[in-house]
């Protein structure tokens, strides 16, 4: 029982990604009610160099949300050393206090100028 409970406090939302040729970027998206209640995490990959995520943009039925996140202290693992991660966090509020529709997009802005578009469904979080 104690491990179904330790079990059910973390849960995953959303995975999306993009692959074409070496191209390759996506996010997960999770809570984890034990770390951080009423916090998302989002995990952003990409294969491209990656220093910093400038802006993190919610677009969905025509309202865009310009999310309002900080850097998690979480190290990433992979056993693909081509893939950079950035991991953070930001209030769940941010997105299910907001008229989203179900059908959106999620834009990862870099300091690279460089700025990916990926599905994004708002209702998952509701």
């Not at 952003?44 to 850097?71: D, H, Y």
């Not at 056993?79 to 179900?102: G, H, M, R, W």
Request: charged letters at 25%; one cysteine or more.
């Amino acid at each position: 029982m104690l491990v179904n409970t330790a079990y059910s406090q973390k849960k995953n939302i959303d995975y999306q990604y993009f692959r074409e040729g070496n191209t390759y970027y996506a996010f997960s998206l999770f809570s984890d009610a034990t770390k951080a209640p009423g916090d998302l995490m989002l995990d952003f990959i990409t294969k491209s160099k990656l220093n910093k995520i400038e802006k993190i943009s919610v677009i969905a039925g025509g309202v865009e949300v310009k999310l309002k996140f900080s850097v998690r202290d979480d190290s990433v693992q992979s056993d693909n050393p081509e893939q950079k991660f950035y991991p953070v966090i930001f209030s769940a509020s941010d997105i299910s206090t907001k008229k989203l529709s179900c059908d959106g997009q999620i834009i990862f802005k870099l300091n690279t100028g460089a700025s990916y578009t990926l599905p994004f469904n708002a209702c998952l979080i509701k």
